[in-house]
């Protein structure tokens, strides 16, 4: 299973994106306090569009409570990283994949990532930016996952229509 976790999380907007992201994608969230926002602030409920109450979140006082309780393997993503995140094996569709991202301002505390730098990876980019916004980077790894995995059982066809776009034009 795929799992984003989010470590202090400080921008609603975004974290109502990624749970839309882990809905789609049968992901499991897992938000770390503390959390620059409430869960039931408007932010959230609106970039989250209808979704939200489908997400499958848990929330966790601090890190040390999430490596207790969560077990598997541990990526780390964070502009220290000198890996791509293409560059890591994600095939095996029973393993626990944990994805986890720092907060938007600060990134993941170096403290943190220290005894994992074999797991640390960077989404590459040129020189001119430092980061890429936090719901667009989460959908990036996730689907890269995906992808390894020929995408589990999500949809490649518009499953509220009953025919696509290119069938009702011919």
């Known amino acids: 299973m795929i799992h984003v976790v989010l470590f202090e999380p400080e ?10 992201t882990c809905v ?19 932010y959230i409920k609106r970039s989250g569009v209808n979704y939200i109450q489908d997400c499958d979140y848990t ?20 502009r220290y990283g000198h890996v791509p ?12 994949l944990y994805f986890i991202f720092g907060k938007e301002s ?10 994992h730098l074999n797991r640390c990876m960077r989404i590459p980019m040129t020189k001119n ?16 996952a995906l992808r390894q995995q020929d995408y589990l059982d999500l949809e490649f066809s518009e499953p509220h229509k009953s025919k696509t776009f290119i069938e009702e034009a011919s």
């Open 106 to 115: 600060t990134g993941i505390p170096r403290e943190i990532l220290k005894p």
């Open 11 to 20: 921008i609603p907007g975004n974290t109502g994106n990624i749970m839309r």
């Open 85 to 96: 995140h293409t560059s890591f094996d994600y095939h095996d569709k029973k393993e626990n």
């Open 59 to 78: 929330v966790y006082e601090n890190i040390e409570e999430f490596f207790s309780k969560n077990q598997g393997t541990y990526y780390f993503l964070t």
């Open 24 to 42: 789609a994608t049968h992901s499991k969230l897992h938000l770390i306090k503390p959390l620059g926002f409430s869960l039931d602030e408007k």
């Open 129 to 144: 930016v430092r980061a890429l916004n936090l719901s667009n980077a989460v959908a990036i790894v996730v689907y890269e």
